[in-house]
């Protein structure tokens, strides 16, 4: 099959739209990723998978922290901002929990250490150990077949 199949395909699974945040250097740094999952309660623990073409990829390795900001569904532009799809970033609001930068409004922060690592392909998948969270209500931002999406209550 064709990369373009296999992405069509991929793009059929409905997912929350995260940006991944870290600091290095004094420096924050940040990407979109639909690439997030839960992996163990006990020790608690998340997953991102980051492509080996990203900078993201070298900041987490470097910083060995990162933090999962899970996004509402009035933040489509922050995930397009930190997905390189605006020429003009909006104004973007950072806060800390356990000193790891994190998006301000997030309906979940999500702050990790890493605590494995693992190639898989042309992506690294980071398994992080969870130091600590801050949630909000609201509802979140989804993807699907390539578009940004809101729930519907019936």
């Known amino acids: 099959m064709d990369d373009r199949t296999f992405r069509n395909a991929m793009g059929k699974f409905a997912t929350g739209v995260t940006v ?4 290095v250097d ?28 990203a900078k993201m990829l070298e900041k987490i390795k470097k910083s060995s922290t990162y933090a999962v900001n899970i996004l509402a569904e009035d933040q489509k ?6 997905a390189g799809q605006l020429q003009e970033k909006p104004p973007i609001q950072f806060g800390r929990v356990a000193g790891v930068p994190v998006l301000e409004n997030a309906l979940a ?7 494995d690592q693992h190639v898989a392909g042309d992506h690294t998948l980071f398994i992080g150990e969870v130091l600590d969270i801050v949630m909000r209500e609201g509802q979140p931002l989804i993807f699907f077949g390539g578009r940004y999406g809101k729930v519907v209550s019936e």
């Open 109 to 115: 922060n999500i702050v990790c250490r890493v605590y």
């Open 20 to 23: 991944i945040t870290t600091e």
């Open 77 to 82: 532009d922050l995930s397009m901002a930190f």
């Open 26 to 53: 004094g420096d924050i740094h940040g990407m979109t990723a639909n690439a997030f999952m839960s992996v163990s309660l006990n020790p608690k623990l998340v997953l991102v998978s980051i492509g080996e073409k």
